[in-house]
Structures are given as C-alpha cells and as structure tokens.
C-alpha cells in the first residue's frame, strides 16, 4: 500500500525506553484474547504482553512468516498463543474467529499518503473494511459470549487521527474516526452485561507502517524523507520521539485490569501532548 522504496529505521528524537518499568501486574490466567495485526509492531507486542499475563491469545495476521516469528517469541510465556492466518477483508471468517474471546484488541491497519483526488476508491474501499467493518463484525462476533460469561474488554487501537485529521489521510483518519464512534456504542451497550469498551490513541509508534509510510509522506509533501519525522510527523507532539509498541501494549493492558472497569466508552490519548494544542 505505500511507496516501494522506504528509508532506514526512523531514529529515535529523544532517548526512548526501554524494557518499560512498572508494568501493570494481571493475571489473565483463563482467558481468551484476540488481537489483529498481529504480526508486528503494536499488535505483536500487544500479543506477547497477554500473553506474558497467562491470556491464551488468538494471533490475528495475514502474514504468515511474521506470526510464525510470534510464535517463538512467545514459548515460554506464561500463556499460550496460538497463531490464526486471516485476512480481515473475509468479514464472515474474522466475526467467526471472535467467538469466545474475554478480550478483542482491533489492531489491524494500513495506510496510503496520497491527496483525495488522486485516492484510489479500491484503496479507500479496503482501508475502511479492514480498519472499521472487519472490527465491528470481530465486536458482533465476540459480543454473545462476553455477555454470557458477563466479562469482556474490548480495546480498539485507534489513534491520534481519530481525534484529529491530518491531510493525505482521507481512508485512515475516516476509519478512525468511525472506530471511536464505535467503541463508544459498544461501550453503552455492554455496560449492563459487564463489558467494557474503549480506545487507545497514540501518535506516531515505531512500527513498520510508520517507516513504510515515510515515502509517501516525502512525496506528498514534497521535502526529503529524512525531514519527514521532524517536520510532519512529530511536528505538533510535545515530546520529540517516536512511541514505543510496548508502551502502547501497556496501556492496552491497564484497559483489561481490574482497576479499570469503570474506565469506558473513552479514548486513552498517547499522543505526546499533540491534542493539547
């Protein structure tokens, strides 16, 4: 979906963590997550932190090499996570692949820079079934079961740009935006059975899909690549690096604690202080 020459590893702005300290401690011994995307970046740290927390994680990607490295990644953790080849354009196969999950992480994404006239409607197609329809059929898919167990989490990885728009970005802030109005419904309608729902928002994360869209970025902008992460990606965020997956998987698991079932129907801003502008 991006351009087909990318630059190196974005470099951090600032020293950014490591290992981070103080993760939230939660036993998740016994239940079911399902996270998508996740064979890389936030999803695939997303995944190994449940399971780090006793979750059997279902592994939701349509890569197979990358939720092949996942799985040795996760041996020896103290839950189990079991890889499932899926492409979430198969709407019916991704609501079945729900059934039974406590936790539903809607990770997936993709993104294409381009202005709205020269947007390719199957592109504008794609992104919003992926990153909208697909997790509104996973939340049906799951809902039945969380409602009969009266537990579910439900934590919809959206971003920045479902708080803000940005230009070139017509299908990804679209998807977006549309996901937190979702997790918003599912919100009122859960919290009578015991299901909470809620968003994580960060900025700009060090994944692949932000390294891949830097390109793109660089032509729709028309400067070079290396000032793409100074002056449009971090240009508004208070704090001059890149988030880190793992600190984006923690947040993720604090919305599963016990110490968050009243925390729902909201957005959890990772952003670096770019909303507050």
């Not at 996973?138 to 740009?161: D, E, K, Q, T």
């Not at 935006?177 to 997790?183: C, F, I, N, Y």
């Not at 060090?206 to 902008?221: C, F, G, S």
């Not at 984006?248 to 009243?262: D, I, K, N, T, W």
Request: with cysteine.
């Amino acid at each position: 979906m991006s351009a087909p020459t990318t630059p190196g590893p974005v470099p951090a702005q600032a020293t950014a963590p490591g290992p981070v300290p103080g993760a939230v401690s939660l036993d998740l011994s016994g239940r079911t997550a399902l996270v998508t995307g996740a064979a890389g970046g936030i999803g695939r740290a997303c995944a190994l932190r449940l399971a780090a927390a006793g979750a059997r994680v279902r592994a939701v990607d349509r890569a197979a090499e990358g939720l092949d490295a996942l799985a040795d990644a996760a041996r020896g953790l103290p839950g189990t996570l079991e890889p499932h080849l899926l492409d979430l354009t198969d709407l019916a196969a991704a609501e079945a692949a729900a059934d039974g999950a406590d936790i539903l992480v809607n990770n997936a994404g993709l993104q294409l820079v381009r202005p709205i006239e020269e947007f390719p409607p199957d592109v504008f197609h794609t992104v919003l079934t992926v990153m909208l329809e697909a997790p509104f059929r996973l939340i049906r898919g799951a809902l039945p079961g969380m409602y009969a167990r009266g537990w579910g989490r439900i934590v919809n990885v959206s971003s920045v740009h479902g708080l803000r728009a940005s230009p070139f970005k017509s299908a990804y802030v679209a998807a977006k935006h549309g996901l937190e109005g979702l997790s918003k419904t599912a919100a009122l309608e859960g919290a009578p059975h015991g299901v909470t729902s809620n968003c994580v928002n960060p900025g700009y994360v060090r994944t692949p899909l932000v390294e891949r869209q830097i390109a793109d970025q660089a032509a729709a902008h028309g400067i070079p690549a290396e000032r793409v992460v100074a002056d449009v990606l971090l240009k508004d965020s208070a704090l001059k690096r890149l988030i880190e997956p793992e600190e984006v998987a923690e947040a993720v698991l604090y919305l599963c604690a016990p110490q968050a079932s009243f925390v729902t129907g909201t957005s959890l801003v990772l952003d670096g202080g770019w909303t507050a502008h």
